[in-house]
């Protein structure tokens, strides 16, 4: 069976910072781009950052670029999002999805989803 599951999320103040983590089973998360997206409360899903299968070419929204990381360990099966300095704004449920093909932040290009994990950055 095929699952993505998000952890890390959680409270923090604003400039603190959270590591997410999204770990596979049923399959092998270096075949496939990984994307982190997030959603606030009335507001469009927005793409936050993917990284490629393969090489692992990254790709950051501006308004998280030179604050959030995105990395993966194919060990563990596993891909990370490191979000420092963190804002009010970033205040969402944050999701992965996995890509088989293609790479970005275009939530069509993604086929399986993560139950994402709430952030709430607030002091």
């Known amino acids: 069976q095929v699952q993505l599951v998000e952890s890390g999320g959680g409270l923090v103040q604003p400039g603190g910072s959270l590591r997410l983590s999204c770990s596979a089973s049923?399959?092998?998360?270096?075949?496939?781009?990984i994307g982190w997206f997030r959603q606030a409360p009335g507001k469009e899903r927005e793409g936050v950052s993917s990284?490629?299968?393969?090489?692992?070419?990254?790709y950051y929204a501006d308004s998280v670029k030179g604050r959030f990381t995105i990395s993966r360990d194919n060990a563990k099966n596993t891909v990370y999002l490191q979000m420092n300095n963190l804002k009010p704004e970033d205040t969402a449920v944050y999701y992965c999805?996995?890509?088989?093909?293609?790479?970005?932040?275009?939530?069509?290009?993604?086929?399986?989803w993560g139950q994402g994990t709430q952030v709430t950055v607030s002091s």
């Open positions: 999805a996995a890509s088989p093909a293609g790479w970005g932040i275009i939530p069509d290009l993604y086929d399986f």
């Open positions: 990284i490629s299968s393969g090489h692992g070419s990254t």
């Open positions: 049923g399959f092998t998360l270096d075949y496939y781009a």
